[in-house]
């Protein structure tokens, strides 16, 4: 019923830019938080960036290179990607908290050249 649509990801040469969107739809009650994580491949989902009442956390791979943001009122959230690497290559998961509930995006694939 709730979804969460993941956009922006594709090929990028390393040191390059992206920024992925994730938009919420659908009936949900209330999102107290959202957050990004990532899933390299053969490797497990980690932690890119979370926020929740205005308050930001990152991985430690990311930071100083990634910044999350979000617009509570419209329920999106971003994130935007700085000199990438071609560890950064993962499957990028939009993910949102409410109502009780865990919520989870399809996924967006972004792949980091050399």
């Known amino acids: 019923q709730v979804q969460l649509v993941e956009s922006g990801g594709g090929l990028v040469q390393a040191g390059g830019s992206l920024r992925l969107s994730c938009a919420v739809t659908?009936?949900?009650?209330?999102?107290?938080?959202m957050g990004w994580y990532r899933q390299p491949p053969g490797k497990s989902r980690e932690l890119v960036a979370t926020?929740?009442?205005?308050?930001?956390n990152y991985g430690d791979s990311v930071k100083g290179r990634f910044t999350i943001s979000r617009d509570s009122a419209k329920n999106t959230l971003s994130l935007q990607m700085n000199s990438l690497k071609p560890e950064d290559t993962a499957v990028y998961y939009c993910?949102?908290?409410?109502?009780?509930?865990?919520?989870w995006g399809q996924g967006t694939q972004v792949t980091v050249s050399s």
């Open positions: 993910t949102a908290r409410g109502g009780g509930y865990v919520y």
């Open positions: 659908g009936r949900f009650f209330s999102i107290d938080a």
């Open positions: 926020n929740s009442s205005g308050s930001t």
